[in-house]
């Protein structure tokens, strides 16, 4: 018999609610349902207790890929979600009925957004949210498969689970491609606020140093000062119309700062 548990809310402002279902060895799934006030500590709070539950298990799945995956679904708007941890905690699986995602390859590459200005306001993403879960879970030694679900939505998998020798075999290796850079992507000599303002472009797309300074809170003249010193390494690029676009290059150190986030 399936047990369902509920928590509080931590306040009555809370808006966002989702479920985590939890499927132990030989027992009954158990339901916990459980909501934030905002974005922001919505995902600290589900991704906590996601951990929770896979650690109780024996899992491996990695935080930092339950994490952005968790706030990845300020996209669905939360819509429907369900939170599952299955195998000993060695796979959690996200499944929303939100939009869905049209171009599910290129959700998982570095720079690809879909966030609303209203969402960055919430989550200032950098368009790496499912690509920082990725690394963090390939690294980890395990997966991430991003799928639609049965009658819409999205459904994310992380997994540590290794794939059947049958189906390994049954599929053909990939080549993998040239890398652009064989002795590693360039280091740049830019500060780490020149990161951000590399990472803001890359997000927003096509920037001016207004926009830059009001996303990172700095003055204009600063930002502009910093636009400068990327495009002088052909980080960024100028527009027509006076505003910067990112190089790709600009692209390549960004995938590189991101990563070497994930531990």
Known sequence: MMRAQSTRMDTDRAEISVRIAVYPAGSDPEITEIAGADPRSATAKFTRTVMGKVRELGGEVPEEAVREVVENLIHAEYRGVVISVLDDGNVV?????????????????????????????????????????????????????????????????????????????EVPAARPAAPRYP??????????????????????????????????????????????????????????????????????????????WVK
């Open 183 to 260: 002795g590693g992507v360039p280091r740049m000599n830019i500060s780490e606020r020149q990161q951000k303002v590399l990472i803001t472009v890359l997000e927003c797309g096509e920037v001016g140093p207004s926009t830059v300074a009001d996303r990172l809170e700095i003055s204009v003249s600063t930002a502009y000062r910093d636009l400068s010193v990327l495009e002088e390494h052909g980080l960024v690029q100028a527009h027509e119309s006076g505003k910067r676009l990112i190089s790709p290059l600009g692209e390549d150190v960004v995938e590189a700062i991101v990563s070497a």
């Open 93 to 169: 699986r996200v499944s929303d009925r939100g939009p869905g995602i049209q171009n599910k390859e290129r959700a998982v590459e570095f720079g690809f957004t879909g966030a609303s200005s209203a969402a960055l306001e919430e989550i200032r993403g950098v368009g790496a949210g499912l690509g920082m879960a990725r690394t963090a879970a390939e690294k980890a030694g395990g997966a991430l498969a991003v799928e639609d679900n049965i009658g819409g939505g999205t459904v994310v998998t992380i997994s540590m689970v290794d794939t059947p020798r049958a189906v390994r075999e």
